[in-house]
């Protein structure tokens, strides 16, 4: 079945709308009423605006490929999921071709930061997030009787059947149940971040106050980019060097420090831009009339420009990476310590970043070939007590 299916047809869509769920799935040309139930009850269950959008279009995707084949929802079976897979791996992602034709090209990996770009297809989080979605959208139609008969998304199962990881002995060690079916294998990689001369030029390289407040609160006080592109004026403390800034996790205002070097800039960008008196409301506006408050995709305009004039790919979340990977390293910080002020919910999260950097491990590999071979070059140290000249004859050293 999945080579039925070449291309999807752009029916339907996910709007924005007022009231709750913020979002409505609209397939073909009328909101889809299961679809539209589901995210209701999410929207209930306290699950964030953009969690509600991202499973609109996941849901979208899949109503569109079942239109291609002419198979109504409610009779989907396993088979259709295969399908629904093979063409993800085959096919192209069309936000990924939508790429401007100076970018570098889908797959290739950066010269200066050595970082992969997007490939041209679907990422294997993407399809396992895909399968994610369906599975708990099938779950709560078979839950509220919608007209499914069985759940045609596979889910993980022990080896011996039953739950995985059920009456789990603690005195054994942990058995990890196989991938559940059609979940991809997801490569594991570590955190990106920049080395101080890379962070350096890349601050050289932004064009004004308000771009370089951002990027110097970014890089010292571990913050997402998200985070501080909500900041408002009211929740600046310059006498303790902190930021309140609403977690993207809890939604709770929650005080990170920040470096003295990046308030100063922030308060630079403040007096430039008119703003240097006591004041309410967002801090980070546009810089060209009608001003606008500074969304999130003209902060990564910020970043793209100076990517474009250091040849490099960092990305905004980079950043946040940076400031963990610097804290971790430090020995004034404890593990804990850093789990706090990145409000990370568990230390196994924190604890990724004790990882050693890539740039850092060659940097220690050529010191370590280099005093191998000063140390090879050096005469041999004759030991004390031994006299010189009958050691030489029995080693066969000249005299």
Known sequence: MAGVVRE??????????????????VFPEVPHEPSQLWLRDLA?????????RSYGYDLLR?????HVLGVAWERAQRGHVRALVEFLRESPNPLHLRRSPDRPPLGSVNAVTGKPNPTPGYAPRTINHQLTVLHAFYAFALDMDLGPLVNPVPQ??????????AHQNPLEPVRRPARAPYRQKVPKTLPRSLPNSAADALFSALRCHRDRALVALWLSSGVRASELLGLRHEWIDYGRKTIRVITKGSR???????????FVWLALYLAESGQDGPGMGPVWWTLRNPRRPLTYHAARAVLVRA??????????HDLRHTAAIRMANDPNFSLVEVQTILRHASVTSTQIYLQPRLEDLIAKMA??????????????VMPAGYDEAELAELLGLPR
């Open 62 to 66: 899949w109503w569109r490929f079942l």
């Open 367 to 380: 010191d370590f070939h280099e005093r191998r071979q000063a140390a090879a070059a050096l005469p041999p």
């Open 156 to 165: 993980q199962r022990a080896p011996r059947g039953g739950r995985p990881l």
């Open 307 to 316: 990517n474009a004039l250091l040849g490099t790919n960092y990305s905004l």
């Open 44 to 52: 209930a269950c306290d699950v964030s605006s953009s969690t509600l």
């Open 252 to 262: 709770s205002l929650e005080e990170v420090p920040a470096s003295a070097d990046a």
């Open 8 to 25: 999807l047809p752009r029916l339907g869509g996910v709007v924005a709308v007022e009231g709750t769920p913020a979002w409505q799935l």
